[in-house]
Nanobody, 126 residues
Framework: QVQLVESGGGLVQAGGSLTLSCVVS????????VGWFRQPPGKEREFVAV????????YYADAVKGRFTISRVNAKNTVYLQMRSLKVEDTAEYYC???????????????????WGQGTQVTVSS
């Protein structure tokens, strides 16, 4: 089992950038694929991006493709979400989640991920 802690959220103007971090702690942390999800106010949680355990496979939601980059440094047990050209509609609570199943990770269905962080708020102002 692992634990996840997100950080890096905040208030940013539209067009700006922000980088979120997700620290994955536990002896088997490097064996877990990780996803980033977000929940806008009044809406359901949605997929943003995922990365497999080795970091060589990533997938993105269409809404963030070309603007967001997911990466990981296993030596630091950390997964990053670099967000550029932020839009007001990117405002949401952002969560990272982890699972050992490659299929779970690459399908990006939030209901199937086993472990979640507490979330970090990102607010983009116009």
């Amino acid at each position: 089992q692992v634990q996840l802690v997100e950080s890096g959220g905040g208030l940013v103007q539209a067009g700006g950038s922000l980088t979120l971090s997700c620290v994955v702690s536990g002896r088997t942390a490097s064996q877990y694929g990780v996803g980033w999800f977000r929940q806008p106010p009044g809406k359901e949680r949605e997929f943003v991006a995922v990365i497999n355990w080795s970091g060589d496979t990533t997938y993105y939601a269409d809404a963030v493709k070309g603007r967001f980059t997911i990466s990981r440094v296993n030596a630091k047990n950390t997964v990053y979400l670099q967000m550029r050209s932020l839009k007001v509609e990117d405002t949401a609570e952002y969560y990272c989640a982890a699972d050992r199943s490659a299929r779970t990770v690459l399908l990006g269905n939030p209901s199937t991920f086993s472990t979640w962080g507490q979330g970090t708020q990102v607010t983009v102002s116009s």
